[in-house]
């Protein structure tokens, strides 16, 4: 069945406004923006991936203790010195909402960052702060608002530095001035290949959306790793045969590790055995804007690929499927 080119033309439109949403909403949430020492944020994939975004940025500029859970269970060293968000763009994020209840069972009162949902309604059942987001849209799409919304929260205790104004004309200019026709022909060359996807840690989280965008929006498999632990590991697995089916993709970040870049460079110069190699980097070096530049790139390339197999970037049957059995079991 044809896929509705209406779909991806919506999707590129939201992608292309990318960084304006992202600006409004931290603007929004900073008038709650809160003070603490140690932090850990609730949320799983499109949603919680915000929260890798935090921490990523907050290990350049502070010292304050940040810990991103995605699973069932508050770990046990939280205690009440602990401050907490739970971020779920549905509202009805299984998971989520079982941390979310262990957190007030404990005492403390997360800061809620959602559409609605049972998370709006517990919220309000306890008093908690409640951060709405757009309803209406894919979680992963809604990336910009959860995002901003969560930088704008916590920013000033991490002592992330306040965005200037030229930031802000470039967090607003990348997602609008993104050279397409480089995109699409990048998406040309991923769409028959097994992309694995490698950067340094400082781009971790940019690498780990990317592959999680494939997934979801192409419907295909991808890996991600980081260098340099890649290098002590799966660097070795290029030595048996080589493969027309695979393409490396580096991303690279603004502040590599001098080390870490020759980890990737070699990569990138003397693996011989793999079928297609590609290098993206931002034109920016600041590493909040340079992040962000990227993501919307590839998340542009994630729904081209979409298009270009006729896929629905918006269904995930397997997780319908999956939340179904959880539902009645």
């Known amino acids: 069945m044809s896929v509705p080119k209406e779909i991806y033309l919506d999707l590129y439109a939201e992608i292309k406004k990318s960084g304006q949403n992202f600006i409004d909403s931290q603007l929004v949430s900073k008038t709650s923006s809160i003070d603490f020492d140690k932090l850990i944020i609730c ?3 499109g949603s919680g991936i915000s929260a890798d975004y935090i921490y990523i940025i907050a290990q350049q500029y502070s010292s304050k203790q940040i810990y991103v859970n995605k699973d069932y269970e508050i770990p046990s060293f939280v205690n009440d010195e602990w401050h907490s ?7 009805n994020t299984e998971e989520t909402l079982s941390s979310m209840k262990q957190l007030v069972s404990m005492g403390l009162k997360p800061i809620c960052i959602s559409s609605g949902g049972k998370m709006k309604e517990l919220a309000k059942t306890h008093s908690l702060k409640f951060i709405a987001v757009p309803e209406g849209i894919a979680p992963r799409v809604a990336f910009p608002y959860l995002f901003g919304s969560l930088f704008g929260l916590v920013h000033q205790s991490l002592m992330i530095p306040a965005i200037s104004s030229t930031q802000l004309t470039q967090i607003s200019n990348s997602s609008k001035s993104m050279n397409l026709d480089d995109l699409d022909k990048i998406s040309n060359r991923i769409v028959t290949k097994f992309p694995i996807i490698i950067s340094a840690s400082s781009f971790s ?3 780990l959306r990317f592959r999680c965008q494939l997934n979801e929006n192409s419907k295909v498999h991808s890996a991600f790793f980081i260098s340099p632990e890649f290098s002590h590991n799966g660097i070795v697995g290029f030595d048996s045969k080589s493969s027309d089916e695979i393409l490396l ?3 690279r970040s603004p502040i590599e590790n001098t080390r870490t870049t020759i980890h990737i460079d070699f990569l990138r110069n003397n693996i011989d055995k793999v079928g297609d190699v590609i ?4 034109i920016y070096d600041d590493l909040l804007v340079s992040q962000l530049d990227l993501t919307w790139q590839l998340d542009y390339i994630s729904v081209k690929i979409a298009e270009l197999t006729n896929i629905d970037p918006l269904i995930v049957p397997s997780i319908v499927d999956l939340k179904e059995i959880l539902k009645n079991s």
């Open 43 to 45: 949320g799983m994939g």
């Open 279 to 282: 290098e993206m980097s931002s």
């Open 85 to 91: 968000i739970v971020i779920s763009y549905s509202g």
């Open 205 to 207: 989280n940019v690498g």
């Open 249 to 251: 993709f580096l991303l």
